[in-house]
């Protein structure tokens, strides 16, 4: 599976972004999907994973209520629309797909820079 973000940019505090990620191959509904980030100087960290078919998603305290997720499993895609945006949501945004969440041993994007200016 090959993965590709896009859809940074630069952001005003309070301002919303919608990420896409563009997955390859047929077996793309059989993935569990996760969006991960790692700011400037910080480990990576978990953001949000959606299940297979869409219809759950466990996202991370601190973008609850702000981030929404989403999947097209028809068209491959995956979606991150985030609204109400903090500088401390500055990062590189990654796309990532595993079987049972399982991401080290997944697959990942090259990710895609948002930057939330103050």
């Known amino acids: 599976v090959q993965l590709v973000e896009s859809g940074g940019g630069l952001v005003q505090v309070g301002g919303s972004l919608r990420l896409s990620c563009a997955a390859s191959g047929r077996t793309f509904s059989s993935y569990t999907m996760g969006w991960f980030r790692q700011a400037p100087e910080k480990e990576r960290e978990f953001v949000a994973a959606i299940s297979r078919s869409g219809s759950k998603s466990y996202p991370t305290d601190s973008v609850k209520g702000r981030f929404t997720f989403s999947r097209d499993n028809a068209k491959n895609m995956v979606y991150l629309q985030m609204n109400s945006l903090k500088p401390e949501d500055t990062a590189v945004y990654y796309c990532?797909?595993?079987?049972?969440?399982?991401?080290?041993?997944?697959?990942w994007g090259q990710g895609t820079l948002v930057t939330v200016s103050s």
């Open positions: 990532a797909a595993a079987y049972s969440s399982k991401w080290s041993s997944g697959y």
